[in-house]
């Protein structure tokens, strides 16, 4: 069974981009357009990873991780997080909430890729 990973992506050109990319590489792929229906999948479907836009509407990716995170059943979901706010502080607070990885955009698909292999070997 491949690994499942959840790209909560509400820019529909970066989800279907990162959706090609990861099934490509052998990854099933679950996706959401804003954090509400990001967190139903992440109850429901229980991915392995999820890739968080930080800037989603709903629930922005700050208070899915710090979901994740207090949630048990949930906790060993690996986060990265994507976003094009790359001030230290930014991702100061995405890495204290619990995120895995921080990567800003634009992000280079081997850099993903990487990130993401790393992340579900360590798992």
């Not at 709903?58 to 208070?63: N, P």
Request: net charge negative.
């Amino acid at each position: 069974m491949s690994q499942r990973i959840l790209i909560a992506e509400d820019d529909h050109n970066i989800l279907i981009s990162i959706d090609f990319l990861l099934k490509a590489a052998g990854y099933t792929v679950l996706t959401a357009s804003d954090g509400v229906s990001a967190w139903a999948a992440l109850e429901d479907q229980r991915p392995d990873l999820v890739v968080l836009d930080i800037m989603l509407p709903a629930l922005d990716g700050y208070e899915l991780c710090k979901r994740v995170r207090a949630t048990p059943a949930l906790q060993a979901i690996k986060v990265v997080m994507l976003s094009a706010r790359g001030r230290e502080a930014e991702i100061e607070k995405g890495l204290q909430l619990g995120a895995d990885a921080y990567l800003r955009k634009p992000f280079g698909t081997r850099e993903l890729l990487d990130t993401i292999a790393r992340l579900l070997a360590a798992a």
